[in-house]
């Protein structure tokens, strides 16, 4: 199966596609030139073509995710989107 990397510095897409089946949190970094910007990068196990589609269907709200693995995401988003923020003060 393909694999693609995805990079988003959106909290919410971050955690959308953290809650995609067989998706793999990678890293969150600060962008070079804005330290305050974290962008968060994942793998997926889709297609370039998979993940158009993917993007596509986030956008247009017809995705679907379980709400609860979506909340649960959503907060570790935000754990580690603090964690990224304060060791770029650093």
């Known amino acids: 199966m393909d694999t693609v990397t995805v990079q988003t510095s959106d909290k919410i897409e971050a955690a959308f596609f953290w809650s995609q089946p067989g998706a793999k949190f990678v890293q969150a970094a600060p962008e070079p030139q ?6 968060f990068v994942f793998t997926l196990p889709l297609t370039e073509g998979g993940l158009v589609t993917l993007r596509t269907k986030f956008y247009n709200q017809d995705a679907i995710v379980e709400p609860k693995q979506f ?5 570790d988003v935000d754990n580690v989107l603090h964690e990224a923020l304060r060791a770029a003060r650093r």
């Not at 804005?34 to 962008?39: F, Q, V």
């Open 34 to 39: 804005r330290r305050r910007t974290i962008n």
């Open 71 to 75: 909340i649960a995401k959503l907060q």
